[in-house]
């Protein structure tokens, strides 16, 4: 079944694949400006610029060992007579020795070795009479010797552009003396909950009210991946209050993220707010659950209008809200996207993609397996809850058997 389009030329009813495309392509036509931050506060951001070794790693030839250096053409002696100990390298201090034949100096961890020398011995395979140094147990020609350039050269591309920079990355980047990085900026993102109905935890709900618990579920989601997102009020079921609120904050936010109001009901007013106001870039998606799903533009923000109920919220939001945001910010690497073996069958009834939530069980064996939550109604938050991954299972009608690979989607 093809995506329809609607009077104002916009797509509706798109596949997830069609959906996933249009929000990779707009994010990344509309990428955030880069950067420049301090190390301390480039963890978890993405790369806007690459990373170039502007000295070797090692920067120069030291010990991987506390020991002694020498030629490792002098084992022979080494065992029999001993090697004359003529000095001592520790770390931080510069080479200023250079050893001959039948000589060794005495080395710490990370200390240069002395020129000439190209082995290291344990101290602990040693044993010192006076001033010469006997082996007892000879290492290998080159043992326990970390050459300079070895693991970077200078020159050498460690980091590209989109990489998200994880700590040891900017571990990588410190070893190479850089004090900042440029990064790409992270949106701005509004957050609103639409609905009469909704009371916020701690007020006693009188009859047709629910708490509010999207808004702690989609802050949390955003918190968790380094944003510091913007809560509003609750959205009434009223246009002209829904219109002046969501308008202004389109005109601060580069992301304006809203749940629920945007179905085909009496009092989803969101879908010809933002045909009029702004763009439609698709609505609803042949997936489940989430299906009225709403992207465009409103004023300078993107907008992304999630379903009302709970699990819609959170399936949407893993599937293609956190793509959004990556592509906004330049990222070239896919999130975790694992493989299991059912360890439950399911029948799937529906011709679109399904997201159920799972819970992941490691095998002893080796084998990543997952069992499905009998509980797959869209608004199961305890379900959800009770779960760590959503299973995703391909378009079309089909049975799934114990064993069945299938795709997993951590949270």
Known sequence: MSASTSAAGFPVGVTFDQACTIVDRIARAEAMPPERLALARAHGRILAQGVVAQVPLPPFTNSAMDGFAFRSDDLPLATISGLHWIGDHFAGGAQDCRI????????????????????????????????????????????????????????????????????SRVALAASLGYAQLDVAQRPTVAVFTTGDELVEPGIALAPGQVYNSNRELLMGLLRADGLEPTAWPTLPDKPARLRSMLLDAASSFDLVITCGGVSAGEKDYLPALVQAE??????????????????????????????????????????????????????????????????AGFDKHNTRREFLRGRGLPGADGVFAVRPNPADGSHRLAAAADSDVLIVLPEGERTFAIGDIVEVLPY
């Open 100 to 167: 001959a034949p039948g000589q060794c100096v005495r080395v710490t961890t990370g200390a240069a070795i002395p020129d000439g020398a190209d082995t290291v011995v344990m101290k602990e395979s040693t044993r010192v009479v006076e001033a010469r140094v006997f082996i007892n147990d000879a290492p290998r020609p080159g043992a326990h010797v970390r050459h300079a350039g070895e693991d970077v050269r200078l020159g050498d591309r460690v980091l590209g552009p989109g990489m998200r920079l994880s700590p």
């Open 278 to 343: 702004g763009a439609v870039h698709f609505w609803k998606v042949r997936m489940k659950p989430g299906m009225p799903l709403l992207f465009g533009r409103l004023g300078r923000a993107r907008l992304l209008a999630l379903p009302g109920n709970p699990v819609s919220v959170l399936a949407t939001w893993l599937a293609l809200g956190r793509p959004l945001l990556d592509g906004l910010q330049g990222s070239v690497e896919r999130r975790p996207c694992w493989h299991a073996r059912l360890a």
